[in-house]
């Protein structure tokens, strides 16, 4: 992204300015025209390996969506970074903002974008970082940006900006490469531009453009491309790894060496580079080695220590259970948003009788009076007559005490009506609260981890924090397995298909989430590499169609109910998988294709636009205001 930008700027001091304005060349349909996408696997673009870093695909960040605020808030920052690097920073008088397709369809109504979008590239034009900005600091900063209509680009140098004049919303226009496009561009006190570039946001966080697609583990976060190690570079090489039905494909007999023949001698290259899940599959049974073993072995090729692995991996889980925390605690009762919906990790998690936080148990046995207690929650009268009428029997000789609800219906029917009962589903309830509990985090933008995306990320959390509480006997190994293991699929998903919902749908952040979910859990169970597929394959192919739909194009309905779905599901689809013993019939090579011609063949209004579905059959009252 760098040589672009700098080819780019060079050319505009003996250019005139039509050169900068035309749109980029693009090698690859948009959203609208996926239908042209060639079906031949062979004939797409695509690397020959599919391995990123774990660490690339689960990034820490803020929500509300990893493609409309993750994204674009580290695409402000390479685009600020790079004019640093070119010397010309210090020219910048006025920056140009253009969104285009889903980037400004979310936010073309007002100039607070409800994915935080605006708020999101303009932070990170002033060098922030959304894996270290502090999410309560957002707003505040973004407000004194519209005030005082100044901008301070990488936290040195300061320009006027004018929201109004300074950022352009074409949502009815798509720029090609994909529906997250965004263009920046710089001039000078006298109206010349000193640079411009385009970058798309392709979901879980990932930035790339025209050229550096094949780069996107790198540019997405801005990384040196000249302190990188040589194996990051690389994603268009040969592949060494055997198919499954050639004779290599048996075990080996002892322990995997470096030295080992079947690895590439290029010495840039991932030690086990795979492209599919079928060949995953091969290098498994080839070296005698699990899924996580193989991901973890390309991690330090990548320039990683043990150590660094390991600590990396327990600081993205850390966070996820932080988020899981900060959920379940949230005093706001009321996410953000004209929607105006109601928290419920907080109300479930209390329902549970049973904590796994300091303090947080503390709330069930608390008294009923607000002023004893601020901390809690005002249960609401639904909430009182679910609870009381199953776990509390009327007391008659205090009229005072709860009561259920009084029955209502004719006692002389054949169906006689019954109080509300309780039911206790313990491996669903928690699955369910912790999932809801860290997309409640993200729908109100704090600290959460693309699992692969924000739209998605409370389904991997909750499955991983159910195994940890309820399942694991060596919680960090159980961490190390689960995700390694889930970020191999997410790798898959990635090269085959997409993990962006403005690309494929609902099914391309949850489903794929869900999928990754189940194969992680498997993992955990010790099963074999094949079964872990297996459950993998159960979990996308139960979430092929779905659409992205959001009301209001909030990341709150249908979508937070929709991780707990999610995490239900991976769940059950680990266990099918369990217990079919190696039988089954589809493929997760052939799921993933699936998904990606369901992709290709979806309406554009059911992928993120709020368009259709529920987004429109779900009418707001227009005495609700925007903001």
Known sequence: MSLLFRQRSLVSRCSNLSFFLRPFASARPALSKLERVPENLQERQLPEHAVISTFDLFSIGVGPSSSHTVGPMRAGKIFITDLKELNVLAKVATVKINLYGSLAATGRR?????????????????????????????????????????????????????????MLWRWDQVLPTHPNGMRFSAFDEDGNLLATNEYYSVG???????????????????VDKSVVPPAR??????????????????????????HDESISNDDTSPPYPFESGNSLLALTQKHNMTIAQIVYDNEKSFGYLDEDIHQKILRIWSVMDECIQTGVTAKVPTLPGRLGLRRRAPILYRRLMRGFYPGVIDLIDAPESEGENPVR????????????????????????????????????????????????????????????AVNEVNASGGRIVTSPTNGAAGVIPAVLKYIIEFISDDPEKSVMTFLLTASAIGMLFKRGSTI?????????????????????FAACMVSSPETVLQAAEIGIEHNLGLTCDPIDGLVQVPCIERNSLGAVKAVTAAQL?????????????????????????????????????????????????AW
Do not use: W
């Open 110 to 166: 007002q100039l607070r974008s409800v994915h935080h979008t605006p708020q999101a590239i303009l932070l990170g034009l002033e060098g922030s970082d959304p894996e270290t900005i502090i999410p309560t600091t957002i707003e505040s900063r973004y407000n004194n940006i519209l005030t005082d209509k100044s901008l301070l680009l990488g936290g040195d140098h300061r320009i006027h900006y004018d929201m109004d004049r300074d």
């Open 204 to 222: 879980g966080g990932f930035v790339v453009n025209e050229k550096t697609k094949v780069d996107e583990n790198l540019f997405y976060k801005g």
């Open 233 to 258: 570079l690389h994603q268009m090489h040969s592949l060494t790894e055997p198919s499954l039905s050639s004779p290599s494909s048996e075990p080996s007999s002892g322990p995997f060496t470096p």
């Open 377 to 436: 929650f005002k249960q609401s009268p639904s909430f009182e007559s679910f609870a009381g009428a199953g776990a509390r029997s009327v007391n008659t000789a205090n009229p005072s005490a709860k009561r259920a609800p009084r029955v209502v219906g004719a006692f002389d029917h054949p169906l006689l009506p019954e109080p509300p009962r309780k039911t206790m589903i313990p491996a669903v309830d928690f699955l369910s609260c912790y999932a809801i």
């Open 500 to 520: 962006s919902a403005a690309e494929g749908g609902c099914q391309a952040e949850v489903g794929v989430a869900c999928s990754m979910a189940a194969g992680g």
């Open 577 to 625: 998988s369990l217990a079919s013993h190696g039988v089954y019939s589809v493929t997760l090579d052939e799921a993933i294709e699936a998904m990606r011609l369901t992709a290709s063949d979806m309406s554009v209004k059911y992928k993120e636009t709020s368009l259709s579905g529920l987004a429109t059959t779900v009418k707001i009252p227009l005495t609700v205001p």
